[in-house]
């Protein structure tokens, strides 16, 4: 069966770098595109990072564009999300997420499978 | 950016009654709308994705329209297990955006 297993989280002060990783099995990895979504603890989800199948096309969120990276291990089914320059809000669960479909050449829209998160903590 | 206005924040409803819920998109997205169902302390589960075609494995009880910009979710027949919290996401174009939730809760 598909598992999203998130790693990584912790508590940093501001300013520090983060890395977190998602590993995947139970599909074809390198099929899909794979995405990181956090949820302030009580709050609402926020979209952060969309990475293809392939790994040529990268989207960010303009809270996190050029602080954050997303990348991928197809040989090694997983996604990583290297977080830098951390500010309290971004302070979150931070959730891996599938592409609903495979083979989108940018995403496919929404997610079907998700991890249970790895929580990330910024503070002094 | 394609915002998305999800309505109402919370809703109380019995065992056995019919609720709604809307987004608004504020641009046109197409049928590129999910919703998403989420329990405390889990991860959110896709229900439905382009607007009103049903995610393997979910009952039929929820269903999801479109009317222009505006998407609507429908549980019918609540049962004990659909209270929770609600999302809509819109898949059209980046950054992905998310209504800001409903919250459903036992009358």
């Known amino acids: 069966q598909v598992q999203l297993v998130e790693s990584g989280g912790g508590v940093v002060q501001p300013g520090r770098s983060l890395r977190l990783s998602c590993a995947a099995s139970g599909f074809s990895f390198s099929n899909y595109g794979m995405n990181w979504v956090r949820q302030t603890p009580g709050k609402g989800l926020e979209w952060v990072a969309t990475?293809?199948?392939?790994?040529?096309?990268?989207h960010y969120a303009d809270s996190v564009k050029g602080r954050f990276s997303i990348s991928r291990d197809n040989s090694k089914n997983i996604v990583l999300l290297q977080m830098n320059s951390l500010r309290p809000e971004d302070t979150a669960l931070y959730f891996c997420a599938r592409d609903h479909l495979a083979y989108y050449s940018d995403s496919s829209g929404y997610c079907d499978y998700w991890g249970q998160g790895t929580l990330v903590t910024v503070s002094s | 950016d394609v915002q998305v206005t999800q309505s109402p924040s919370s809703v109380a409803a019995s065992v056995g009654d019919s609720v709604t819920i809307t987004c608004r998109a504020s641009q046109g997205i197409g049928s590129w709308l999910a919703w998403y169902q989420q329990k405390p302390g889990k991860a959110p589960q896709l229900i439905i994705y382009?607007?009103?075609s049903l995610q393997t494995g979910v009952p039929s009880r929820f269903s999801g329209s479109e009317s222009g910009t505006d998407f609507t979710l429908t549980i019918s027949d609540l049962q004990p297990e659909d209270f929770a919290t609600y999302y809509c996401?819109?898949?059209?174009?980046?950054?992905?955006?998310f209504g800001q939730g409903t919250k459903l809760e036992i009358k």
């Open positions: 990475i293809s199948f392939h790994g040529s096309n990268k």
């Open positions: 996401q819109q898949g059209k174009s980046f950054p992905r955006t």
């Open positions: 382009a607007a009103s």
